[in-house]
């Protein structure tokens, strides 16, 4: 597991890594809601049946300078660590434009720091609540990292929406779901390994308008206008 610690978030970082074993990054991306709470206070965490996101209690709330500063100086381990997945769907992530302008919170992602990516058959994401409905093989990810209130950062999972052929899952639509752990390791998948465990995905997705076809948006402060998202 690696962490990041600067008290002032400085765009240098100063870097300590450690030999990563799949629990430690398991418990650093899913059991931040004990950091700062007694054990009265620690919300209540099921691992094979989550309802929600595990929720990072205090983060370090940084403004979009700070945020884009950490992100620039995570991104290619967190990238390297995502790629131990192996899934054909991101092979070419890194290359894929990003939509927001600064890494923001993201309250229904667990109060982590997340990014906004599309591939290029998701180029209509750029559109936002004109997208429409995004034709099969568009993939949306979601890229997360937290910082604690003490200034440590963690790389989090990394989130996908991609849309599958009419018929694979009437219940979400027919997106799937996929939770990607930092050290590469399946949390879940629609349809697949641990899809219990990505269940609420579909859920929380179903809340949006219907005309945002099950997407959630940059939020407009962040958002960036891209040429090509027709």
């Not at 620039?72 to 092979?91: D, H, K, L």
């Not at 927001?100 to 109060?111: C, I, K, R, W």
């Not at 990810?141 to 899952?169: C, H, I, R, W």
């Amino acid at each position: 597991m690696w962490v990041l610690r600067d008290k002032n978030l400085a765009p240098a970082l100063s870097t300590q890594c450690q030999p990563s074993a799949r629990a430690l990054l398991f418990a650093a991306a899913l059991s931040f809601s004990a950091l700062q709470a007694s054990s009265a206070q620690a919300q209540s965490v099921d691992l094979t049946h989550p309802d929600q996101h595990f929720t990072v209690r205090q983060p370090r709330v940084l403004d979009a300078t700070e945020a884009l500063a950490v992100y620039q100086n995570v991104r290619a381990r967190m990238f390297a660590g995502y790629g131990g997945a192996r899934n054909p769907a991101i092979a070419d992530l890194d290359e894929w434009p990003v939509y927001n302008s600064a890494p923001y919170l993201s309250a229904t992602h667990g109060q982590r720091y997340v990014n906004n990516y599309a591939n290029p058959k998701a180029r209509a994401y750029g559109r936002y609540e004109e997208a429409g409905p995004m034709p099969v093989g568009a993939v949306l990810a979601k890229d997360s990292f937290t910082v604690t209130s003490q200034g440590d950062v963690f790389a989090a999972a990394l989130f996908l929406m991609e849309k599958m052929p009419a018929g694979f899952n009437q219940a979400s639509h027919d997106w799937r779901y996929t939770m990607i752990m930092p050290d590469g390791s399946l949390f879940g998948v629609t349809k697949g390994e641990g899809s219990e465990r990505v269940a609420f995905c579909i859920t929380c997705h179903e809340a949006v308008e219907e005309s945002h076809h099950q997407m959630f948006f940059v939020p407009e402060e962040y958002r960036i206008e891209l040429l090509d998202s027709q």
